[in-house]
């Protein structure tokens, strides 16, 4: 199977690099650059009218957006990569976790990051950027409380075993929080195990790649 990987450094996208890196998946790494606005021209909007990453091609065909399909898209066809526990109860919690990160926190820091998308108006800008900080602030205390009881329970990631897709997409929710320019001093707990992650081989690779290997010293 032939797969391409559009991505942007940093981006949501790191989530499937990391799946692919860590479960030593071929595939050619297409950069969308967003600082350049790359997502937004005529070509990348037909293979994706959304203009986002990431964007999974299939045998140069069949087109697939959105971190969670294409996660459970790998998932089925490397089932030897162990994506997901085979357990099915195991499975349903992390794509629930999965999702939360997708349709909660990742829109609270875009609104924060990109508030132009939103409202016009340096006013409207400003307030909203402060809003959507505080919210995504008491975010990231959510994941690290969920980190805690992990560690409570004796696991160190949210996969068993080994980091999977919802430790690589705490890890960029997480990096995106310094971003934000929320110290890392009011996550420890959180940034000590995004640390931990960031080793992982095929995370490790990953970050390598899209040269932001740095944001983890
Ligand atoms: N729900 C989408 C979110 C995709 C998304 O927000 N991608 C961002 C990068 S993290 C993007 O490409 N933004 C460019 C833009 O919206 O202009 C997914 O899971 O793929």
């Not at 690099?17 to 990348?44: D, G, T």
């Not at 299939?58 to 089925?76: E, G, K, W």
């Not at 994941?143 to 690589?168: C, L, M, R, S, T």
Request: with cysteine.
């Amino acid at each position: 199977m032939k797969l391409d990987l559009y991505y942007s450094p940093g981006a949501c996208s790191l989530v499937p690099h990391a799946i692919l890196q860590s479960a030593e998946i071929p595939c050619n790494l297409k950069l969308v650059s967003l600082r350049n606005h790359e997502q937004n021209s005529p070509e990348f909007k037909q293979l994706n009218p959304n203009g986002q990453v990431p964007v999974l091609v299939i045998n140069s065909s069949d087109v697939l957006t959105q971190v969670v399909a294409i996660t459970l898209f790998l998932d089925h066809h490397f089932p030897n990569a162990q994506i997901f526990p085979n357990d099915i109860w195991k499975k349903a919690k992390l794509v629930e976790l999965l999702v939360w990160f997708n349709n909660t926190c990742h829109p609270t820091f875009t609104r924060y990051y990109r508030p132009e998308k939103f409202v016009d108006g340096d006013a409207q800008k400003t307030d909203l950027k402060a809003k959507a900080r505080q919210d995504y602030q008491q975010l990231i205390v959510q994941i690290e409380n969920k980190v805690q009881i992990n560690q409570a329970n004796g696991q160190v990631f949210f996969h068993p075993y080994k980091p999977g897709p919802v430790d690589f997409y705490a890890l960029t929710l997480t990096r995106w929080a310094t971003m934000a320019k929320i110290p890392t001093t009011e996550f420890p707990v959180l940034w000590e195990y995004v640390r931990q992650v960031a080793t992982a081989p095929g995370c490790y690779q990953a970050l390598e790649k899209e040269g932001i290997l740095d944001s983890f010293k």
